[in-house]
């Protein structure tokens, strides 16, 4: 039986563009085992092998579903269904060049079908933050931080912000470096330079 091994459609930074701030994408993939995953993806310009021929199925979605609505939908007989039809489908063959993944038409039915269900979804309502642009207009006193805290305070005080933005459907990136740039920032100011 096809088993749902993740499922991940909360944005996550891309490292390939951190400075930026960009998201991740969400990918459906269904391995040559009938397994399948709903995961964060970035662009890095490269695809492995398996996914490139085809042996590894994948699909880049319409839009980033919720991530509860999305694991109920893809652990849902239903859903599951589609995936074995999918699995069952799912050949391979020596192309004279390389081993590359082949379906049969029953297969691409499941396919659109599976898609379908899951571009049907409610969508994500979570967004991604660079933590300098969340908390930017907050003097250090608001945000809990000055020249003396350590680094176990500041620690503390990520998970405090993070589960605070959380709490406002807000995913914060690089929040740990930019309290200490500010930690630091307020080190120099102390020190005068």
Same mark, same amino acid.
């Given at each position: 039986? $096809? =088993?749902?091994? @993740? $499922? #991940?459609?909360?944005?996550?930074?891309?490292?390939?563009?951190?400075?930026?701030? @960009?998201?991740?994408?969400?990918?459906?993939?269904?391995? &040559?085992?009938?397994?399948?995953?709903? /995961?964060?993806?970035?662009?890095?310009?490269?695809?492995?092998?398996?996914?490139?021929?085809?042996?590894?199925?994948?699909?880049?979605?319409?839009?980033?579903?919720?991530?509860?609505?999305?694991?109920?939908? !893809?652990?849902?007989?239903?859903?599951?269904?589609?995936?074995? #039809?999918?699995?069952?489908?799912?050949?391979?063959?020596?192309?004279?060049?390389?081993?590359?993944?082949?379906?049969?038409? +029953?297969?691409?039915?499941?396919?659109?079908?599976?898609?379908?269900?899951?571009?049907? !979804?409610?969508?994500?309502?979570?967004?991604? %933050? +660079?933590?300098?642009? %969340? !908390? &930017?207009?907050?003097? +250090?006193?608001?945000?809990?931080?000055?020249?003396?805290?350590?680094?176990?305070?500041?620690?503390?005080?990520?998970?405090?912000?993070?589960? +605070?933005?959380?709490?406002? =459907?807000?995913?914060?990136?690089?929040?740990?470096?930019?309290? /200490?740039?500010?930690?630091?920032?307020?080190?120099?100011?102390?020190?005068?330079?």
């Amino acid at each position: 039986m $096809c =088993k749902l091994n @993740q $499922c #991940r459609t909360n944005p996550e930074a891309d490292p390939y563009h951190s400075a930026a701030v @960009q998201p991740t994408y969400t990918l459906l993939k269904i391995y &040559g085992n009938g397994n399948y995953a709903l /995961e964060q993806e970035c662009d890095d310009n490269a695809s492995p092998v398996e996914e490139a021929n085809g042996l590894v199925l994948t699909f880049d979605l319409e839009i980033r579903p919720d991530q509860a609505a999305a694991r109920s939908f !893809l652990e849902s007989p239903e859903a599951v269904a589609l995936v074995e #039809r999918i699995h069952a489908g799912h050949g391979k063959e020596w192309d004279g060049h390389n081993l590359v993944g082949t379906l049969t038409e +029953d297969a691409e039915a499941a396919i659109t079908e599976l898609l379908a269900g899951i571009n049907g !979804l409610p969508e994500n309502q979570m967004s991604l %933050w +660079d933590a300098g642009d %969340w !908390l &930017g207009n907050l003097n +250090d006193d608001e945000i809990g931080i000055n020249a003396l805290t350590t680094d176990a305070e500041i620690a503390a005080l990520v998970e405090t912000l993070e589960a +605070d933005a959380l709490n406002e =459907k807000v995913i914060l990136s690089g929040t740990e470096e930019y309290l /200490e740039e500010r930690r630091d920032l307020a080190r120099k100011n102390l020190a005068g330079e």
